[in-house]
């Protein structure tokens, strides 16, 4: 069983589309985070939340909309896309036990065109 | 959080035992180093993590002086399959809410035959 798990692993689509990459984890945690690896393969948060709570929201454009429907689901929806959103995209999530780390997924290769 | 420095690449050989130094000299007395290792197309992966002295398991050794000022990540006999990026993160215990990893930029270990 995947602990974290994220759909699509690949999307190509083009400028203005809207689209939703979803994640879950079957681990219990109670956190979930959004990443985004540019080409330059930096890692920089995006969203945090904490049991359906959003607790993290760094400076990423309205146009990036977590929702979180339960505490194993953490879903990033994308508005107008452009250019400079194509990325990967990782979800993690973090449970109460510091010494275990955080759990990321495989990540979700975003291409627009 | 405290800013950390680490080698941008290194070289070794199957077999050889690597030694990644993390430099941390703004490390405050509550926070932990934690290190990741991220394989191409994967999310990064929990390799260890400790406060002080060393810290031991399956996958690598974690020393630390005691000034804490820096660290060490070892991998004993690595093998190709050790080729990654490895990210060394120091801060408050990462289990509070409200809380998230902040990524650098990582040493790209290149393992050859």
């Known amino acids: 069983d995947t602990a974290v798990s994220q759909t699509p692993k690949y999307l190509v689509t083009q400028m203005g589309n809207d689209k939703s990459i979803k994640c879950e984890q079957n681990l219990g945690h109670d956190t979930m985070y959004w990443y985004k690896q540019d080409s330059k393969k930096f890692l920089k948060i995006m969203f945090s939340?904490?049991?359906?709570?959003?607790?993290i929201n760094e400076t990423v454009p309205n146009r990036f909309s977590p929702k979180s429907p339960d505490k194993a689901h953490l879903n990033l929806h994308i508005n107008s896309l452009e250019l400079g959103d194509s990325a990967v995209y990782f979800c993690a999530s973090r449970g109460t036990d510091r010494g275990l780390g955080y759990t990321f997924g495989s990540g979700t290769r975003l291409t627009v065109v | 959080l405290a800013k950390t420095t680490q080698p941008i690449s290194m070289d070794s050989y199957e077999g050889q035992e690597v030694n990644i130094t993390c430099s941390h000299n703004?490390?405050?007395?509550?926070?932990?180093i934690t290190w990741y290792q991220q394989f191409p197309s994967q999310g990064p992966r929990f390799i260890i993590q400790?406060?002080?002295t060393k810290v031991t398991n399956e996958v690598a050794s974690l020393f630390i002086p005691a000034d804490r000022k820096s660290s060490t990540l070892s991998l004993p006999r690595v093998s190709l399959s050790d080729t990654a990026v490895y990210y060394c993160?120091?801060?408050?215990?990462?289990?509070?809410?409200?809380?998230?990893?902040?990524f650098g930029k990582g040493t790209t270990l290149s393992v050859s035959s």
């Open positions: 400790g406060y002080k």
């Open positions: 939340y904490n049991n359906k709570e959003l607790i």
């Open positions: 993160l120091v801060g408050g215990p990462f289990n509070q809410a409200g809380t998230a990893l902040i």
């Open positions: 703004n490390i405050a007395t509550n926070d932990y």
